[in-house]
């Protein structure tokens, strides 16, 4: 039976991101054509006022980095969210009293993660600004590289560059910095969950082991019924794997809030009168 699930969890494993690919790719050439078909309805004032590189950067970075949320963090997503369902339905069945904890730490987590994500998603909007200011600025300055040298402008020219491309470097470091800090958090607070656990639960066994009855065993246990070391060593291993998916959503943080911003830059190309 064990053999038939791993054999299962292959095959619809791989059903699942061929399902994504096909499905990111299609998505991904009808964003291509109508942000392509939006620029041939735009008013010549639009391009005056917008670099050439800036406008690829729409086509590259902001495309690039959609897709990379479609095709691999929206699997991730699913299954974490599955297994992060199932481990807390287990544990509520193991032992209420204990899940409490995991409740506490829980919504310290998700504070954590609302703070984090709403600084990183405006550094995230800041450096897909300044990487198409960079690929703006590249992109002109090599169509005028002959103008440049004639005028000896070479010495300006890397002057302005450094610059922005300074900021562009301080931008991408401020996003990823607030988006990474979340992975060794959550192992923090794994940590700090899985001894809390282990003291209380110790704790029922030793000193209320008798009382657990009726009520009072269905509330310090839980669907099983009384606390034993048993449930007690099954609960554990269920707060170790409880911090698994959250820590495989913080690591793919990046992707989305990258890709949240490079979004959000090509629908208001989309939008634009």
Do not use: W
């Amino acid at each position: 039976g064990l053999a038939v699930l791993y054999v299962l969890s292959a095959v619809t494993n791989y059903l699942l991101n061929r399902l994504m690919l096909e499905c990111s790719t299609v998505i991904m050439r009808e964003l291509r054509s109508e942000l392509f078909a939006k620029m041939q309805r735009l008013p010549i004032s639009y391009f005056d006022n917008n670099t050439h590189g800036s406008l690829m950067s729409y086509f590259t970075n902001d495309i690039e980095a959609t897709n990379e949320l479609l095709q691999h963090s929206i699997t991730q997503l699913m299954i974490s969210v599955m297994s992060l369902i199932g481990t807390i339905g287990m544990m509520l069945a193991l032992s209420m009293r204990l899940f409490a904890i995991m409740v506490v730490l829980a919504a310290i987590v998700i504070l954590i993660v609302r703070i984090t994500t709403k600084i990183s998603s405006k550094s995230y909007r800041e450096q897909q600004k300044h990487a198409a200011s960079v690929n703006g600025y590249i992109e002109e300055l090599i169509e005028g590289l002959k103008v440049v040298k004639v005028f000896c402008r070479e010495d300006k020219s890397k002057e302005n560059f450094t610059q922005i491309n300074e900021d562009f470097r301080k931008s991408a470091t401020k996003a990823h910095t607030f988006a990474s800090i979340l992975m060794p958090i959550m192992g923090n607070i794994s940590y700090i969950n899985f001894t809390l656990s282990a003291a209380l639960g110790a704790f029922i066994i030793l000193n209320l082991g008798d009382a657990q009855q009726g009520v009072t065993g269905f509330l310090l246990g839980g669907f099983s019924g009384a606390l034993t070391i048993g449930s007690l060593a099954s609960f554990l291993q269920y707060t170790r794997q409880f911090s698994n998916p959250i820590t495989q959503f913080s690591q793919q943080m990046n992707n989305i809030l990258l890709a949240l911003a490079g979004a959000e830059r090509i629908f208001d190309v989309i939008d634009e009168t």
